[in-house]
């Protein structure tokens, strides 16, 4: 009896202690998801996804990632064991067009990128990154376990920390980040999969049934990404909350996507995700859609009617949005699919270039030395941009430091051999790779004049590396990642981020003419270089094989045979195996056989010869007595 009562005490406490954790962690944590979307000037279709979890939790306190609502618990556990300050992912398949689309919400190179910020209490950072790699390259079924110190570097200037941080922190932890990238990352279904169970409401109601894979990835443009960081919970910001952003980033072309042969750019929603919303997540405080109404695209019409449209002015431009509250279509009309037509179905509107491009290309030729160039287009007819300009080069690159060149044009030189304007960067920081151990690391800050061109140059040299290093399609080439140029833009022209220290999308609605240093700060990266590396016949080894194996069997072989083998006299007639005695039966019988059918053949052929021979005896006896008779006579 008293054990009975004393399991129902323990049950009761274990409900109300549930309840109570329950309860207080109903207003501990919020979720909110959204989608924006753009028509570009070119025809094509821009969506961006952006699901984000804000947990009121300090970074770094003894009771962090304990109780886990809304918060992924795999994610939180990872980030918690290795002491994450910031962590920063992203997977992407193509390139931005930066020319003509503009700036995304969020900018990617192509394949893998990670960077992290581990906290002050980490001691070897070193470990702790290789450790943590190895387990988000499992979370996200991604070859991320190739990143390892070969391609690892330490940020100076770039990759500032994007969250709250104290000055502190800055001065004397600033070698706590890690950087790293993998160009050559293929991205695919298998990282879209775990990327999805981390939502609250996984894929079966909300913004994320539009997820469909077939869709996706049959795309020009895709990235996703998964970004974490402690921000502000109050404007003061005198307490810290927790934020976890994830982003899917998604371009599309109406034409080839639909297969329409009248060249129209109209789409549905339905076409363009395969699917249509038709509930809201229970457990998101925000879901709602935005259209940007006039961002270069020609004039269009767009049904069913929004919620609202908003006119937002951003520095010096104004821009209209184009607002959906999901759950309320959801909830009158049971579904939302948008209906978008154009009025005209040429080009769209000629917009302004942005006001920072960049294009890096390789010079040189042959296999032995080569070069590097980037060109960077400052766009602004009036003022100067500030950027920073990061190169990670592989250590079997070998790069010449003293053949860097900064230099300027008025405008582009149709010979890329001559020089320009020198000019001097405001910061330098080199570190010089070592072969198999670290790579090249190169980071500038430069400013640039107004509308001009500049070129940052330098050479390098090409490394024959060992037969085992080269991987199974050696003559594809090399990937160099591509460069990252970090600026603040004086205006926004062609910018839809959010401000820095925004959490979710609907900051965009409202108007903006702050001049902060992160009012307008934009990060972009070029393309990747393909680099052909001096690579030996690989079927070199395989004939020597082949030829040696040869020649060791025919001459070798022979001759050990001859000079080992023992040579003793062998009857075989005295030595009758089972298989020796049935063959020769089997021999006999056929012998046999093959007499006794020729001799049965031999008598009617004897019987025949005495048949003629005693015909012949009869004609001679007649005519001896006719001759005789005569003869007497």
């Not at 082949?546 to 072989?557: D, N, P, R």
């Amino acid at each position: 009896m008293a054990s009975s009562s004393g399991l129902l005490i323990a049950i009761v406490i274990f409900h109300l202690v549930g309840l109570k954790s329950v309860s207080s962690s109903d207003n501990v944590d919020d979720f909110h998801e959204e989608l924006f979307i753009r028509n570009l000037q070119t025809g094509h279709v821009y969506a961006h996804f952006k699901f984000t979890t804000l947990w009121n939790q300090t970074l770094g306190a003894d009771d962090a990632f304990k109780h886990f609502h809304l918060f992924p618990k795999a994610l939180g556990e990872v980030l918690h064991a290795f002491s994450v300050r910031e962590l920063h992912l992203s997977l992407t398949q193509g390139s931005w067009r930066h020319e003509s689309w503009g700036y995304p919400i969020v900018d990617s190179p192509n394949g893998a990128e990670l960077w992290v910020w581990f906290m002050d209490k980490r001691q070897n950072i070193d470990s702790a990154w290789m450790e943590l790699i190895n387990v988000l390259s499992g979370m996200f079924c991604a070859s991320l376990n190739f990143l390892d110190m070969k391609t690892t570097i330490v940020p100076n200037f770039s990759f500032r920390p994007q969250g709250v941080t104290t000055a502190e922190y800055d001065r004397w932890f600033s070698k706590n980040v890690r950087y790293a990238s993998l160009p050559r990352e293929n991205v695919c279904t298998e990282n879209l999969t775990p990327w999805k169970k981390l939502l609250p409401c996984g894929v079966k109601t909300g913004l994320s049934t539009l997820l469909n894979a077939l869709k996706l990835y049959d795309a020009s443009y895709h990235s996703l990404s998964v970004r974490f960081r402690p921000v502000c919970m109050n404007s003061a910001c005198s307490e810290t909350r927790i934020e976890l952003s994830q982003t899917l980033s998604v371009v599309f072309n109406p034409i080839v996507a639909f297969g329409s042969s009248s060249g129209k750019f109209d789409w549905t929603m339905k076409k363009l995700f395969g699917r249509m919303i038709t509930s809201s997540c229970p457990l998101a405080t925000t879901s709602a859609v935005y259209i940007d109404m006039n961002h270069g695209a020609p004039e269009f019409t767009v049904r069913p009617s929004p919620t609202k449209f908003v006119e937002a002015t951003h520095g010096s431009e104004t821009v209209h949005y184009a607002y959906y509250n999901v759950p309320d279509f959801v909830r009158s009309n049971n579904v939302l699919n948008l209906d978008l037509k154009f009025r005209d179905q040429t080009h769209g509107r000629k917009v302004l270039p942005p006001p920072l491009t960049a294009t890096r290309f390789q010079t040189g030729y042959g296999q032995a030395t080569g070069g590097i160039a980037c060109i960077i287009y400052n766009n602004h007819p009036t003022k100067e941009i500030v950027i920073s300009y990061l190169e990670v080069i592989p250590w079997f690159i070998r790069t010449y430091f003293h053949t860097l060149k900064v230099e300027h044009f008025q405008s582009l030189p149709m010979d890329i051999r001559k020089s320009g304007i020198e000019l001097k960067p405001l910061q330098i920081h080199y570190h010089p790779g070592k072969d198999r151990q670290r790579p090249y690391h190169l980071e500038l800050v430069v400013r640039l004049p107004a509308s001009s061109i500049t070129r940052i140059s330098f050479e390098f040299e090409r490394q024959l590396l060992k037969w085992t290093e080269y991987p199974p399609d050696a003559n594809h080439g090399f990937y160099i990642g591509s460069a990252v140029i970090g600026a603040v833009l004086p205006d926004a022209q062609n910018v839809t981020a959010p401000l820095q220290s925004s959490s979710t999308l609907a900051t965009l609605l409202e108007s903006n003419n702050s001049t902060s240093e992160d009012s307008y700060f934009t990060r972009l990266y070029t393309v990747p270089l393909l680099v052909s590396l001096p690579t030996p016949d690989f079927s070199m080894p395989y004939n020597v094989i082949c030829l040696a194996c040869t020649v060791i069997a025919i001459a070798f072989g022979s001759i050990h045979n001859l000079t080992t083998r023992r040579f003793v006299y062998f009857d075989p007639s005295k030595h009758k195996g089972l298989l020796t005695k049935i063959k020769e039966k089997v021999k006999q019988v056929f012998q046999r056989r093959k007499t006794e059918q020729n001799k049965g053949s031999q008598e009617p052929q004897e019987t025949s010869v005495k048949g003629t021979e005693n015909a012949e005896t009869r004609e001679t006896q007649h005519s001896i007595p006719l001759g005789n008779f005569d003869t007497e006579q």
